[in-house]
């Protein structure tokens, strides 16, 4: 029998008969991801570690420290919360203040995906 991914799609929205639409395969991942990368560390009081701190970042100067930091954010929070996703490739793309963050991913050994995550930054 195949591997077959579901669960409430993000962002969150109704469907005919009210109920929530679903993400079905890889869009699971890609939607626990964008969760997890915008829940700020804190902020759920039954689970006041799950998210990052990636909003800490965002006024600090880019280059390799801030990407370091970003990095290591965002591993610590997949590995905690997504531990069957392996990280395989993260890129940063520096574009007019803001920091696109490419990962790519596989999802226990069977689904290969990229998805990304994008934070902001003034100067």
Same mark, same amino acid.
């Given at each position: 029998m195949p591997f077959v991914l579901s669960g409430i799609s993000y962002p969150f929205r109704i469907e005919g008969g009210g109920l929530p639409a679903v993400a079905k395969g890889t869009d699971v991942i890609k939607s626990a991801l964008t969760v997890l990368m915008r829940t700020k560390k804190g902020s759920r009081g039954m689970r006041p570690t799950l998210g990052t701190n990636l909003q800490r *970042?965002?006024?600090? #100067?880019?280059?390799?420290? =801030? +990407?370091? *930091?970003v990095q290591r954010e965002i591993l610590l929070a997949i590995s905690n919360f997504l531990p069957q996703v392996v990280v395989k490739a =993260?890129?940063? &793309?520096?574009? #007019?203040? !803001?920091? +696109? &963050? #490419?990962? !790519?991913?596989? &999802? +226990?050994g069977v689904l290969d995906q990229t998805g990304f995550v994008t934070i902001g930054q003034r100067t």
């Open positions: *970042l965002i006024f600090e #100067n880019q280059g390799p420290v =801030m +990407q370091s *930091l =993260m890129d940063f &793309v520096e574009d #007019n203040h !803001r920091i +696109q &963050v #490419n990962i !790519r991913y596989i &999802v +226990q």
